[in-house]
């Protein structure tokens, strides 16, 4: 199993990035994925997540509400997040989390990737 994030970077504050985390190794479209980010000296925060399949469903954290837009494509195995207007207190390292169960009867499993820097500063 792996999840592989890209995207990050320095941007300025007003600026825009793009985070995808690639999928492999298991049934992308069977699993909700969500993103965190976790910044020096605090705790990794969850920042949007969205559902399974159709991916109908998304929710955010009320900090990057408006700005931030998560989605998925099942066909590429793909889940991005696009983050506009960035603040400052937007840096942080991404994660991407995959949450699900190969099939009914089977236990739940969760997978993280390796973290993505976002660094937004002037």
């Known amino acids: 199993v792996q999840l592989v994030e890209s995207g990050g970077g320095l941007v300025q504050p007003g600026g825009s990035l793009r985070l995808s985390c690639a999928a492999s190794?298991?049934?992308?479209?069977?699993?909700?994925m969500s993103w965190y980010r976790q910044a020096p000296g605090k705790e990794r925060e969850m920042v949007a997540a969205i559902t399974s399949a159709g991916g109908s469903i998304s929710n955010y954290a009320d900090s990057v509400k408006g700005r931030f837009t998560i989605s998925r494509d099942n066909d590429k195995n793909t889940v991005y997040l696009q983050m506009n207007n960035l603040k400052p207190e937007d840096t942080a390292v991404y994660y991407c989390?995959?949450?699900?169960?190969?099939?009914?009867?089977?236990?739940?499993?969760?997978?993280w990737g390796q973290g993505a820097q976002v660094t937004v500063s002037s």
């Open positions: 190794g298991f049934t992308f479209s069977r699993y909700g």
């Open positions: 989390k995959a949450r699900g169960r190969e099939s009914p009867l089977s236990s739940d499993k969760q997978y």
